[in-house]
């Protein structure tokens, strides 16, 4: 696994019609829980939403406050989306008059340490899970855990690891162009950056923005990390990718070893002193998954089964969608990710990874400015121009998505793409400025308060048959019940299952 073809070892002659139709796919939302005047609801996940620990569906990200929605595993968009309509519908009928935020940018906050950290209960593995956010935010303050994002979890029948590698690469080398397309967080609350420093304008008092940001939540106020910055993973094998995260799990890391396990009243403030905590701390806007068993690590996982799907991480929230994403998005993003396994896929080198964080930082800030260019090679182009190359070039794949699910919705897909390419003021960035500015005197907690709203009231709306809510009570009655046989079941301390977990033995694969 460790040698990497420059060649596809897939071509658009391998897709026959029942291999695309056997593509898979779930969606993993975030948002925060708000009250109606815009600030952090600081209540308890919400006791008829069930176990945030165990809950297969609905449970919680970073925050107690922040809510995350899981589908199951589609076959279509459309069933999908169907079944993350349901799981809104649920929830907000549990949350009384809280709003879930409907932007990745976070409402008005609170100070830092009166952001709720996630509680999961008092069992080993739910403790765990607290004491891993204690360390997120001693190494990166809580605010930075209140983005919210969508994950889209992709697979392909008979895709190798190798394959899934190539296609990890050129989605990173074409990453930009899902920042343009999609990114929706031109804003943000100036409580977000109080007391930070940061290259942000004031539009108001109380918004921040840059004039042609696509994505601020993936810029360098987002999800970034210094001391990942020294982290030059490389995706050219399965083999190289495991060997760098096993480093950065299991050394020690000088700055957080000075944070140490444990304070001196014994409380914990984090579940190890590496450079990573868990394999979930690595940020990154793709990752190569695979479903772990009960109380296995997911790099062993990977090492021992190898990749089974790809997690992509970069989509904002859209504002405008009441789930937050459409179906006309995720139909070009399994084009587009056909195109990024179909395509020749060089290696990577450490000068390649480097220039890749500059494009997609740029594209961040400033993906609207007219003539902006970016780094392919030893040369640079128009994002735009690059852009079209890349929709152009799925032509062929959108024609054979749709020729396998009888519709045309995937060429359409690609046909918004580039007219969002040609017109930048349709792209959902600046529409968030423009709908800030015509109605909300460039607000921009008035204008996702507004939005938060009328998403509330619409999805409350929406036809929801008694079977439907009687299931999601029993699944949620049953999370609680599931909670509990976990806690019961613990038979050691703490310290002892903490040290278990994270010592590097859980890692490996016996050979």
């Not at 396994?341 to 740029?362: F, M, Y």
């Not at 919705?409 to 959902?428: G, I, R, V």
Request: aromatic letters at 8%; proline letters at 6%; hydrophobic letters at 40%.
């Amino acid at each position: 696994m460790t040698n990497t073809p420059t060649a596809p070892s897939l071509t658009l002659a391998d897709l026959h019609p029942e291999r695309l139709q056997g593509m898979r796919r779930g969606i993993e939302k975030e948002s925060l829980r708000a009250l109606p005047g815009g600030g952090l609801a600081l209540t308890p996940h919400p006791a008829a939403l069930g176990s945030a620990l165990t809950h297969p569906h609905i449970t919680t990200d970073y925050s107690e406050s922040q809510l995350e929605l899981i589908t199951g595993v589609h076959a279509t968009v459309e069933t999908c989306l169907e079944e993350l309509t349901q799981i809104h519908q649920y929830t907000f009928r549990a949350l009384g008059e809280e709003l879930m935020w409907v932007s990745s940018m976070p409402c008005n906050l609170p100070t830092d340490e009166n952001i709720p950290i996630g509680r999961y209960g008092s069992s080993n593995v739910g403790r765990a899970k607290s004491v891993y956010r204690m360390g997120l935010a001693n190494r990166y303050g809580r605010r930075m855990q209140t983005i919210s994002g969508i994950h889209y979890n992709w697979s392909l029948p008979g895709v190798s690891s190798q394959q899934y590698f190539g296609l990890i690469r050129n989605f990173r080398r074409h990453a930009f162009l899902l920042l343009y397309l999609f990114g929706a967080s031109p804003a943000m609350c100036r409580s977000f950056v109080e007391g930070r420093p940061h290259q942000l304008e004031a539009l108001t008092p109380h918004t921040m923005y840059t004039p042609h940001a696509t994505s601020l939540r993936m810029g360098r106020l987002g999800y970034q990390s210094d001391a990942q910055a020294s982290l030059a993973v490389s995706y050219n094998s399965l083999d190289g990718y495991a060997a760098s995260l096993h480093e950065a799990l299991t050394k020690p890391y000088p700055a957080y070893e000075m944070v140490g396990i444990q304070n001196p009243g014994g409380d914990y403030n984090q579940l190890a002193t590496s450079l990573l905590q868990i394999e979930n701390e690595f940020y990154g806007t793709i990752r190569p998954k695979r479903v772990i068993r009960p109380g296995e690590r997911p790099l062993h996982a990977l090492r021992e089964r190898g990749v089974e799907y790809v997690e992509v991480r970069l989509l904002d929230l859209d504002p405008f969608v009441p789930v937050g994403i459409k179906a006309q998005t995720l139909r070009f993003i399994d084009v587009f990710l056909l195109h990024c396994l179909l395509t020749d896929s060089p290696p990577d080198s450490p000068a390649e990874i480097v220039a890749l964080g500059r494009n997609q930082h740029k594209t961040a800030a400033y993906g609207r400015q007219p003539g902006l260019l970016l780094e392919r090679g030893d040369h640079e182009v128009s994002l735009t121009e690059w852009g079209s190359e890349l929709v152009a070039a799925c032509a062929p794949l959108a024609q054979a998505m749709d020729a396998a699910l009888g519709t045309a919705e995937h060429s359409l897909a690609l046909q918004a793409a580039q007219t969002l390419l040609q017109d930048p003021a349709l792209l959902p960035s600046a529409r968030v400025l423009a709908a800030m500015a015509q109605d909300h005197d460039n607000s921009y907690t008035a204008f996702v308060q507004e939005r938060s709203a009328k998403t509330r009231i619409k999805l409350l709306g929406l036809p929801y048959g008694a079977g439907l809510n009687t299931r999601l009570e029993a699944m949620a009655k049953r999370s609680v019940a599931d909670q509990a046989a976990v806690e019961a079941a613990d038979t050691v301390p703490f310290e002892t299952f903490r040290q278990g977990y994270v010592s590097a033995a859980g890692l490996t694969v016996a050979g």
